[in-house]
C-alpha cells in the first residue's frame, strides 16, 4: 500500500523559513516524479513544486518560485520542500503527491500544515 | 497561471445527473489530454478520481465519467449518491512539467 506521510509543518514568523519532508513506502519511490500541492483554509487547490525521478528537472509555481526549494533522498524515500521568506499567504495544508505517468496524482499524504502568522 | 474555471457549487438529488465543468485555455485544458478530476471530503486529502480525460483508476464507481471538448473538460456522475457530496476539482497539465487546478466545486446531495 502506497503511503505518503508529511511532516515539518507548525507556526512560524513571516520571513522565517521552515522545510517539510514527505516520507514514501509502498512503492518504488524512485521511479516517479514528486510534487507539492497546497491548500489554504477553505481555498482550493494549488499546486506549489515538482521534482523529476533523478531531480534533474524541478519546477516550481510563480508564486513561490525564488523562496522554495524542491528536493528529494532517493535512497531514502524521501521528498523535501524548503521554504524560505514566508508570507503570510503561504499559510496552507501542504501535501506531497505522487506523479503517475499521465499527469495525474494517483496519491496524495494527509498533508501538514504551514501557519505563517506575526 | 490562472486556475480553471468551474461552477462554485451544483446540486442534485439522489439518483439524478450532475455535470461540472472546467474551463481553461488552449494552453492547458485545450492543448492536453492530461486532464484530471479529484474528489475531496472535508478534512480529508483529495482523491483522484478520473485522468486522462476519461479514464477512471481501479476501484472507482463507473459513475463517475469524464469528458473533454476543446478548453472545456466536464466531470459527470450519474446516480448521485450522499456520499458523493464533496469537493471536486479539475487540474490539467500546463506544459513544462506544470499544472493549473480548477477553482473547485462543491456538489451538495439534495
Known amino acids: 500500500e502506497v503511503q505518503l506521510v508529511e511532516s515539518g509543518g507548525g507556526l512560524v514568523q513571516p520571513g522565517r523559513s521552515l522545510r517539510l519532508s514527505c516520507a514514501a513506502s509502498g512503492f518504488s519511490f524512485g521511479d516517479y516524479a514528486m510534487y507539492w500541492v497546497r491548500q489554504a483554509p477553505g481555498k482550493g487547490l494549488e499546486w506549489v513544486s515538482g521534482i523529476s525521478w533523478n531531480s534533474v528537472y524541478k519546477v516550481y509555481a510563480d508564486s513561490v518560485r525564488g523562496r522554495f526549494t524542491i528536493s528529494r533522498d532517493n535512497a531514502g524515500n524521501s521528498l523535501y520542500l524548503q521554504m524560505n521568506s514566508l508570507r503570510v499567504e503561504d499559510t496552507a495544508l501542504y501535501f506531497c503527491a505522487k506523479q503517475e505517468s499521465n499527469w495525474e496524482f494517483d496519491n496524495w499524504g494527509q498533508g501538514t500544515l504551514v501557519t505563517v502568522s506575526s | 497561471q490562472s486556475a480553471l474555471t468551474q461552477p462554485a457549487s451544483v446540486s442534485g438529488s439522489p439518483g439524478q445527473s450532475i455535470t461540472i465543468s472546467c474551463t481553461g485555455t488552449?494552453?492547458?485544458?485545450?492543448?492536453?489530454?492530461?486532464v484530471s478530476w479529484y474528489q475531496q471530503h472535508p478534512g480529508k486529502a483529495p482523491k483522484l478520481i478520473i485522468y486522462n480525460v476519461s479514464n477512471r483508476p481501479s476501484g472507482v464507481s463507473n459513475r463517475f465519467s469524464g469528458s473533454k471538448s476543446g478548453n472545456t473538460a466536464s466531470l459527470t456522475i450519474s446516480g448521485l449518491q450522499p456520499e458523493d457530496e464533496a469537493d471536486y476539482y479539475c487540474?490539467?497539465?500546463?506544459?513544462?512539467?506544470?499544472?493549473?487546478f480548477g477553482t473547485g466545486t462543491k456538489v451538495t446531495v439534495l
Open positions: 487540474t490539467s497539465h500546463a506544459g513544462s512539467s506544470t499544472y493549473v
Open positions: 488552449s494552453n492547458d485544458v485545450g492543448g492536453y489530454n492530461y
